[in-house]
DNA sequence: CAGGTAAATTAGGCTGGACTACAATTCCCA
DNA sequence: TGGGAATTGTAGTCCAGCCTAATTTACCTG
């Protein structure tokens, strides 16, 4: 049984992995986790030891197989965990990562089918990420930033990237929830402005919130 | 905060209390916890450190003020949640323990106080365990065994003390789930049988097994 | 009331997971 | 292309929780 520890390492490793080249530094590692970058180092080792991941001094480290599916495991229960405490106790978006951080490690792969089927075996979490599935399957749906699209694009609000409880709110309170279909309005670049129209109603971005916002092509 | 071993030393200390005479004697509570008692005596001296306990070597050990009042969150939280898993994901009684037992350490209060409210202030759990409240307020109702009942009494099943799954899945089978109201048909101390009649079904219990069964009077 | 037994405590040791301080490596730019 | 800065790794230390083995205490019984 991996401890506590280890799952978190293994879930960040596998945040880091996907968001970047495919491999996790020292550094973002110590950052993300919060500790110190020789606690990293030695625990690296270990991992490595266990056969979770492939670690190369001064290069870097990533997944090995069996790591890869315990990352997914730990991330399928975070995120079924979010939705369960939205769909049952009516949380919010902006609440439930942190019950969940803590939830993941200690809710078992059986209540967690249980929740998952419940649920519908539905395909993304409160915040638009993908669930992985009991089987191991985990696929990331296509789909763009706010902030790529052109003038006139048809969107539907997909997945968001930054998930800071400040920014969740402030999408929620300009009517900006999750699935929310609109159009873009304006994109000037120079400007560094987004605009986009939902039901009638114009709502302006800063570039830097456009790119933290990813949407499927709409209507 | 405390970690979560504390939590589950002053959660078995406070239980130990309860069902005995208000001490805990070291290898109670190294027993319960599955450790040796070596390994309790040094955290009785821990826990006595951080005002939680107060412990007198050889004599036996009981909660402080803020040891009771920890022991009360921990207990609300494994409760409520065993009761939130039977009501949303119709979970039973046998299969919600062992999943409390994780969890109550990763619900925050704040979490658990908006299970309370959604399951309506519900005052005991699955097993008929009264719930602490979160104001610290904690009753435990009056009841007696179904083996002290006299023939004739009526009765309604209202805890269940030995909380084996085994036990509890036999109770299912035999049509006695929590709530049941029967009657007393028989009760032989010499042959050690009690026989009571649910619904004009009667059913002949050992009075080992009638003596883990609470209940008030019944309709 | 002495001695044996059961329970508890002490002593010493181990592991996981963290830290700091220092040393090595890599990278980048002048 | 050499040298300084940033990053990473190493060494040594600490603390929480656990263990076993040896010792001490308490209790009971003859
Ligand atoms: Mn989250
Ligand atoms: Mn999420
Ligand atoms: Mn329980
Ligand atoms: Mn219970």
């Known amino acids: 049984m991996a401890s506590l520890t280890v799952e978190n390492y293994i879930k960040t490793i596998f945040q880091v992995c996907l968001s970047g080249d495919g491999q996790a530094a020292t550094g973002q590692l110590a950052s993300a986790l919060g500790v110190s ?9 270990t991992l490595s030891e266990s056969n979770l991941v492939t ?15 315990l990352a997914l495991r730990v991330v399928r229960r ?3 965990t979010e939705l ?13 990562h942190e019950e969940a951080e803590h939830m993941e490690h200690a809710v078992s792969d059986r209540l ?3 929740i998952d089927e419940f649920l519908g075996r ?4 409160p915040h638009g990420d993908p669930i992985p599935r009991s089987d191991g399957s985990f696929e990331i749906p296509a789909s763009r930033t706010l902030a790529e699209c052109g003038v006139g694009d048809k969107f539907r609000l997909s997945r968001v990237i930054d998930q800071s409880p400040e920014f969740l709110r402030f999408l929620s309170n300009s009517g900006l929830p ?22 009638g ?18 209507r």
């Open 37 to 45: 970058p020789g606690t990293v180092t030695s625990m690296l080792k």
């Open 55 to 69: 670690y190369t001094p001064y290069e870097g480290v990533r997944l090995t197989h069996a790591g890869n599916a």
């Open 78 to 80: 975070h995120r079924l």
């Open 84 to 96: 369960f405490l939205v769909k049952t106790l009516n949380m919010t978006w902006d609440e439930v």
């Open 112 to 114: 967690i089918d249980r």
């Open 122 to 125: 539905p395909e993304a979490d």
């Open 178 to 199: 999750l699935g929310t279909a609109g159009q873009v309005v304006a994109n000037r670049i120079e400007a560094g402005i987004v605009t986009v129209s939902v039901e």
């Open 201 to 218: 109603q114009e709502t302006t971005l800063g570039r830097a919130a456009a790119e933290k916002i990813l949407v499927t092509p709409g």
